[in-house]
């Protein structure tokens, strides 16, 4: 099966900062969403993004289907950004998704 | 409109009691997917089913772990006997077939004592 590869697995950083989180799978997709997990353990969908490129307020995501890739930017960082963030991959099998092992993003005031 | 929603939220039970977790999908999606979330083992895909009819069972963790979706609107995953080992978070999600986007429930957090 596709195999999904997130990093870094740990992020620490101040309020104010930018980050980058990426995810890398193996074969070629038709689905990719990128989500949150909150601290009350909601699994929220930032981004559904299969490819190219999206903004939503302070977060943008792009993906490189070709190079197997993507990338989810987080501008501006809050406290509340804090959380878990999941790389999921699809195929063309009625939508079943691959999760990544999740970057956990911690954001200090 | 309404998201996913799960029923209970919280379960708290003894080893070897029957356990319903039940899911309502969002409306007109077509497919529904089981969850369950631990520490240890991440988020696990435990069956799938498309227009109400399970595709694939094959990450149910064994013959204990049952699940049924009668209709479009109704989804059950059952447990029978619980064991600790069970304890976790169940989400369902659900999508249709025009995007797969998948939503996810609030989840059931289950606890076997």
């Known amino acids: 099966g596709i195999q999904v590869e997130q990093s870094p697995p740990d992020l620490i950083l101040q309020e104010g900062a930018n980050s980058t989180l990426r995810c890398n799978f193996s074969?070629?997709?038709?689905?990719l969403q990128w989500f949150h997990q909150n601290p009350w353990g909601q699994l929220i969908n930032l981004f559904y993004i299969p490819s190219g490129t999206k903004q939503n307020g302070r977060l943008s995501a792009t993906t490189v289907a070709t190079e197997r890739y993507s990338l989810l930017y987080i501008s501006s960082s809050q406290t509340t950004d804090s959380g878990v963030y999941f790389c999921a991959v699809g195929g063309t099998s009625y939508g079943k998704l691959t999760f990544g092992q999740g970057t956990i993003l911690t954001v200090h005031p | 409109d309404a998201g996913v929603i799960q029923s209970p939220r919280h379960e708290v039970t003894e080893m070897g009691q029957e356990v319903t977790l039940r899911c309502k999908p969002i409306s007109g999606h077509n497919s529904l997917f089981w969850y369950r979330q631990t520490m240890m083992r991440g988020l696990e895909l435990l069956i799938y089913f498309n227009n109400n009819v399970p595709i694939d069972d094959s990450g149910m963790p064994e013959d204990r772990f049952s699940a049924k979706m009668p209709n479009a609107s109704f989804s059950t995953l059952k447990i029978q006997p619980s064991e600790p080992r069970d304890s976790a978070v169940y989400f369902c999600a659900s999508s249709w077939d025009r995007t797969y986007e998948q939503y996810f429930g609030p989840g059931t957090r289950l606890t076997v004592t």
């Open positions: 074969d070629s997709v038709n689905n």
